[in-house]
Each structure stands twice: as C-alpha cells, then as structure tokens.
C-alpha cells in the first residue's frame, strides 16, 4: 500500500507562525518560473504559419475578453506557454471565469449565479497557488477558484481541492479549510467520473488506518492493522503516525478500498493499484479474504503493466 500525499520540505519563510511539528510551504516569490520563461523565449518564433494564424483567429474572436470564452481561455494558453506573458493571461483567465449570467458562450457552465468556463478557473487557480511568472499570490483566493472551477465540473480542480483539504490546518493559509471527509468526496467523485489516480489516492486513505504517517508508503495490512511492528527501512523516515503531524484519521475501511483498486487498476492501468491489489489477495484484509488466484492474477497485471510502461 503507497501513499500519494507528500511531505514538502520545510521553509523558514512562511505564511503563519509553525510549530516544531507543523507542516511548512515556502513563500512563493514569482521568480520560481524565471529559467523556463528564458528558454521559452524563442518558442514563438518558431511556430509555423499555419498555427499562428490560428492564434491570431482565437485573439481576433476573443475581441479583449468580450469574446467567446473558449477564444479568450485558448489567448490566454498561448500567451503563457509560449509568450511567457502570465500577468496578461491571468487576467484573461479571471474574464473567462466569471461572465455575466447572460453570456452565451459554448461550454460555459452556471456557477453561483454567474457563468464561468472552468478550465479558466483551474489555470488560474494554480497561478495564485504558486504566484506563477510574478502574478500575486493568493492560496485564499487560490482555492476559492479551485473550488468554483470543481463545482463547474472540472475534474482536475477537484482533485487539486481534495488534496489542499488533506494538507495540515494552517499549513497553506489560514482562511483554506481542512476537511479529509470532504476530501474523500472529491476523490470518489473523480474516481468515478474515471481518473486513477483519484481512486488509488482514496483507497490509500482507507488502508492506512490510525498507526500509519500519511506519507509512509509499502504498509502492509499486517502493519496497518497494528499485527507487525512498523520497521523503519534504509533511507525511510519513520513510518509511524505521530498525531500532532497527522491530526486527522479516516477509518479503516478494505472492503471500499479493495473496489476503488480494481477501477484504478483495471479501467485507468494504475500500476500501483494492481499491485496493491496482489498484496491485499496474498495476505487477506478485514473483509477481504485472500484469494492466491486473483493475487496471481494480479502480480501478472502488475508485471504486464511494468513491461509495458517501463516501471512504476
């Protein structure tokens, strides 16, 4: 069983005052993305004819924000990725996700009473998160977008949202919320809507139970289930769950796990979840009895699936 939830490293520069065990993020400062703008500098030069008119159609349709959405949101791409001018993209961005209740854009979707096109949203959104290219940040803010861009359907929001919800109180911002059980709703949401890596994440929280860190990875149900002492491996931290670092526990529940593993593993290819899937079919879990046919069923999945990819 792995964990999908990282530690970051710690950072003297930070939004709130941090314990001795808090969880810390760095300060953005906007220069983060400076040596990417640098080698991107030249990208529109070499763009063929063909393509650059097509920029020219989106920006000519996006008439300064008073366009179609899709034109403005498809401007402001181009003049990040390939201009590297974040500001003016971010503003468009913000045009594109709050629009009048009136507009007629395709695609848009009715949030809060005003339209927005989420994907403009969700870009923002992670702009303010890192203050990418010198744009502001605002983790507030940040996840207010987030959570508009979720609620128009943006599966990539909602997991980005599901995750800030499983970071430690304080640890992003004071006004984010902490609230795993919303979370978990995020991720089943995702999952079902097709996306692996939601499912594996969601099962990872039901497998680890009360005696396991959140970023500990290959627990065994032996060791989640306080049967076997959980051994600290070569170049490991120490995987046991120290509840000022990890104040929240999600209830062990192997049986939900087990089908949230199968749909990552059989519908997404989901290396680790087929795996996982052998490990529980080896051992056994609370309601889930060991099977040596589907264990070897899925060992082969795995294998298939490592040759395949190269790797997990």
């Known amino acids: 069983m792995g964990s999908s939830v990282s530690t970051p490293k710690k950072d003297d520069s930070t939004d709130t005052p941090a314990g001795p065990t808090e969880e810390v993020y760095p300060t953005p400062t906007g220069h983060e993305y400076d040596t990417i703008d640098k080698l991107a500098a030249e990208l529109p030069h070499i763009i063929d004819d063909e393509s650059r008119q097509q920029v020219e159609d989106y920006k000519q349709a996006c008439d300064d924000g008073k366009g179609p959405m899709v034109a403005c ?17 971010a503003d468009l961005y913000r045009n594109v996700c709050f629009r009048p209740k009136e507009d007629k854009s395709p695609n848009r979707m009715l949030v809060d009473g005003t339209m927005a096109y989420p994907p403009g949203c969700y870009n923002l959104g992670k702009m303010l998160m890192t203050g990418k290219g010198v744009v502001q940040y ?11 861009a979720c609620r128009g359907e943006h599966g ?3 997991y980005l949202q599901a995750q800030i919800l499983c970071s430690r109180p304080g ?10 059980h919303k979370a978990m709703e995020l991720y089943q949401k995702t999952c079902d809507q097709g996306d692996s890596i939601s499912c594996y994440t969601l099962a990872t929280m039901l497998l680890r139970g009360d005696r396991v860190s959140k970023s500990a990875n290959n627990v065994s149900p032996q060791e ?3 049967e076997a002492p959980l051994l600290k491996r070569e170049n490991e931290e120490d995987r046991r769950r120290v509840p000022e670092q990890d104040p929240y526990v999600i ?37 889930v009895d060991p099977d040596p046919e589907k264990a070897e069923q899925y060992k082969k999945m795995t294998q298939d699936k490592i040759n395949m990819f190269g790797g997990f």
């Open 138 to 148: 605002d983790r507030d803010e940040a996840y207010r977008l987030l959570d508009r």
């Open 224 to 226: 989640a289930r306080g």
């Open 156 to 158: 990539g929001a909602c």
């Open 171 to 180: 640890s992003l911002g004071k006004n984010i919320p902490h609230d795993p």
């Open 73 to 89: 949101f498809s401007t402001a791409e181009y003049l990040s990725l390939f201009e590297r001018k974040h500001k003016e993209a």
């Open 251 to 287: 209830p062990r529940n192997p049986k939900r796990a087990e089908k949230l593993l199968e749909h990552a593993c059989r519908t997404g290819s989901h290396i680790t979840s087929c795996h996982n899937l052998a490990v529980m079919y080896t051992h056994g879990d609370d309601g």
